[in-house]
């Protein structure tokens, strides 16, 4: 491979890291907000000068669960496409910083509203809750510059086709591709709420919202914005951590299929949110129960191509017996490591999805702090920690200087406090959830609620988890610092790994983009199309007739 392409272009790489310092501020924002969170649910803190538990807790996901994650994945995918499509053209990267502008006043704007309590809403923002309008247009400026950054990433893979005709797109671009289509169709949903009932609402122009259709189009969102986070970490697990370990990839053709599968699966399923609402005819919230457990299969066909790639570089290291092969794993790599956490903490993280999604136990968990603690494992370790496990060989790849040794160990210590505190902090975050543990509430709000003091004990492990989960995001944050400004300079890889000899070759067929998001509008329609005319016909008073509100 020439030297043009396992290099990214300086010019591209000021533009990826400007998107990693605004994820990285955000994680220390956002973090400070966590453990204050669990520090006021444990009832032994009370938070300063008035403010209050709703606000710290939109202020931490809304910068950890939207902000930090929309700049890292857009970084990380212009990264990917540069390194395996070639330099980003001027045009396509000043697309990129004009995203990255937008996003970032859009993030000001909305910040400074929860900032001033104007918008404790929390980062689901559901109506009948009502923020400042400027938070509304905020959110709004980062789902256009998102769709501005998305739309330069499908102009440089149309550009590489157009240079290569007939040849399937490199698959870390493809991947970003099919990533950034998932989000243009996800945020129609947000974007629909947002322009055409909160804003409107929260400027005084309409008096009401049809709050069933507003929590709708939210999760037609909601839903594939969980996988608009995952994906990228499986373009790390599919594509990087086989080179990381000196392996090669068990199947091109398997990863693109995941990702097809995902395209198509994972929108159509958002009723599994409002399994409880009522307004959904329990049949359409079955079929979308039934579409939840078809997205969880490219989830299962990841786990085995992992595996896979993992026991064929095991064997072809030597190593005998069922699981021989773990000991071959380069374990003080963090560039392995801290990933590798990540897919262990999504076993649990997808069997608790896959409770969640079952109709009936969802009535147990559902608004418990059983989800928050689903979600810990899921966003908050397995795809966070697999973007850290990225950030400590990507950040001294851009800035040209290299991870040193002392880096790599603090690094895989990073790792480890985190699977620590968060197996305190998640686990007792289940346990709690179990035994009726409300989600999102201070615990001044219990009042006398006779379980209260059952859930003392879980809140306590709660707080020490939270406690040490902040002893390693200030780990991260020396280590992104270190690489970022003053680590020795040197040349850092951008691991990129190759298909195994015995792979077959991808088809064809994957980049018929009419047929992929054709199949996907069509199943949109079909489990939505009925129940939402129904929310629409018999709407309460005062919000009948095709009026959104
Ligand atoms: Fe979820 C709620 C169902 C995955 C995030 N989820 C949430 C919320 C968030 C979230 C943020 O059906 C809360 C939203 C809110 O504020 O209300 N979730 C699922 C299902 C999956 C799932 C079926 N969720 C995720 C992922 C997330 C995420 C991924 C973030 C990135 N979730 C739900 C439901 C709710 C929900 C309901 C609503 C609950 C309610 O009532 O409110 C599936 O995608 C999971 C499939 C995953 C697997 C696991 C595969 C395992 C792999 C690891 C392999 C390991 C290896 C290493 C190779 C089937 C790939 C092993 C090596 C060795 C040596 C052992």
Same mark, same amino acid.
């Given at each position: ?39 006021? #649910? ?26 930090? +994650? ?46 001033? /309590? ?91 919202? /049809? ?49 097809? &599968? ?21 049949? $359409? ?84 702090? $059983?989800? +928050? ?25 851009? +800035?040209? #200087? ?5 880096? /790599? ?8 406090? $985190? ?20 989600? #999102? ?81 069509? &199943?949109?329609?079909?489990?939505? +199309? ?17 009026? &959104?509100?």
């Amino acid at each position: 491979m020439s030297k043009a392409l396992t290099k990214i272009d300086r010019k591209d790489a000021k533009m990826v890291m400007a998107h990693l310092y605004v994820a990285f501020v955000s994680l220390a924002i956002g973090g400070l907000c966590g453990l204050l969170q669990v520090l006021v #649910r444990s009832g032994k803190v009370q938070l300063p000068a008035g403010i209050s538990y709703y606000q710290i807790l939109t202020v931490h996901g809304v910068i950890l669960a939207l902000v930090l +994650t929309t700049f890292f994945i857009i970084g990380f995918q212009f990264a990917a496409i540069s390194r395996t499509a070639g330099t980003l053209s001027n045009g396509i990267r000043k697309t990129g910083w004009a995203g990255f502008w937008t996003m970032l006043i859009g993030t000001v704007l909305a910040a400074t509203m929860i900032l001033l /309590n104007e918008a404790s809403v929390l980062y689901t923002f559901y109506a009948p809750l009502q923020a400042h309008f400027l938070f509304y247009l905020g959110l709004t400026l980062v789902v256009v510059g998102s769709w501005i950054s998305c739309a330069g990433m499908v102009a440089a893979y149309v550009k590489w086709r157009k240079a290569n005709p007939g040849k399937p797109g490199p698959l870390l671009t493809f991947m970003s591709v099919v990533n950034a289509v998932l989000w243009f169709i996800a945020t129609l949903g947000v974007a629909a709420t947002v322009l055409f009932q909160l804003l409107p609402w929260s400027m005084g122009l309409v008096d009401r919202v /049809n709050v069933a259709v507003s929590r709708t189009l939210f999760w037609y969102f909601g839903h594939p914005l969980v996988y608009f986070w995952l994906l990228p970490a499986y373009m790390c697990w599919y594509v990087i951590i086989p080179k990381v370990i000196g392996g090669k990839m068990f199947s091109d053709t398997m990863a693109r299929l995941a990702f097809i &599968l995902f395209l198509i699966f994972s929108i159509p399923v958002g009723f599994h949110h409002q399994l409880v609402e009522p307004g959904i005819d329990p049949a $359409w919230k079955f079929i979308q129960v039934i579409l939840t457990f078809m997205v969880a299969i490219p989830s299962l066909m990841t786990a085995f191509a992992m595996f896979a790639t993992f026991e064929l570089y095991g064997r072809s290291q030597g190593a005998k017996g069922l699981f021989g092969w773990v000991k071959k794993l380069p374990w003080n790599d963090a560039r392995f490591t801290v990933p590798f956490i990540g897919m262990l903490a999504f076993i649990p993280g997808g069997i608790g999805g896959l409770i969640n999604a079952s109709h009936q136990l969802n009535a147990v968990v559902h608004n418990t702090i $059983w989800v +928050t603690g689903h979600f810990h494992l899921t966003i908050a370790t397995t795809v966070i920690l697999t973007y850290f496990g990225v950030a400590y060989w990507l950040v001294p790849h851009l +800035t040209g #200087r290299v991870l040193t040794k002392k880096m /790599n160990r603090l690094a895989i210590i990073q790792g480890v406090t $985190w699977a620590v505190g968060m197996t305190f902090m998640s686990g007792a975050m289940h346990a709690e959830g179990l035994l009726g543990g409300p989600r #999102r509430s201070a615990f001044s709000t219990y009042g006398d609620a006779p379980q209260a003091l059952e859930w003392i004990p879980y809140q306590i492990a709660q707080a020490v988890g939270g406690a040490i989960l902040f002893l390693s995001i200030i780990l991260c944050l020396i280590i992104f610092i270190n690489l970022a400004f003053f680590a020795p300079k040197g040349e850092e890889e951008f691991p990129v790994s190759e298909a195994s000899e015995h792979a077959a070759q991808p088809s064809p067929v994957f980049e018929n983009w009419k047929l992929w998001v054709g199949i996907t509008a069509a &199943l949109i329609l079909f489990a939505y +199309t009925i129940p939402f005319i129904d929310m629409i016909q018999n709407a309460p008073p005062g919000a009948k007739g095709f009026k &959104l509100w």
